[in-house]
């Protein structure tokens, strides 16, 4: 069974920084496109960033975390992150890892995928 857990999420400061980690099991993330989903009570899910399967591994963000956010994969943990850099109060969300790739708002395709339960994120003074 697949399996995906997220861990990293805490209370920052604006400006400040989190390395998410997504630890999969059931799956080798090699082969699947790999996403980061963000999710504010009250508002919908949205894709923030991605990794393609395959060895090109090319990489898509979100507009608004473009230049702040980094993802990336080990292989030899089967772990993806995501680097977050220079916080803002508008990253405050639950974010999620899945065995899909998308980016801004909902896709017919997320219904596919294997989601974790989400880490807590919160970007406050």
């Known amino acids: 069974q697949v399996q995906l857990v997220e861990s990293g999420g805490d209370l920052v400061q604006p400006g400040g920084s989190l390395r998410l980690s997504c630890v999969a099991s059931g799956v080798t993330l090699d082969y699947y496109g790999v996403g980061w989903f963000r999710q504010v009570p009250g508002k919908e899910r949205e894709g923030v960033s991605c990794m393609d399967s395959g060895d090109d591994g090319r990489t898509y963000y979100l507009d608004s975390v473009k230049g702040r956010f980094t993802v990336s994969r080990d292989s030899a943990k089967n772990t993806v992150y995501l680097q977050m850099d220079n916080l803002k109060p508008e990253d405050t969300a639950v974010y999620y890892c899945?065995?899909?790739?998308?980016?801004?708002?909902?896709?017919?395709?997320?219904?596919?995928?294997?989601w974790g339960q989400g880490t807590q994120v919160i970007v406050s003074s």
């Open positions: 899945a065995t899909v790739c998308g980016i801004g708002d909902y896709s017919d395709y997320w219904a596919f995928a294997s």
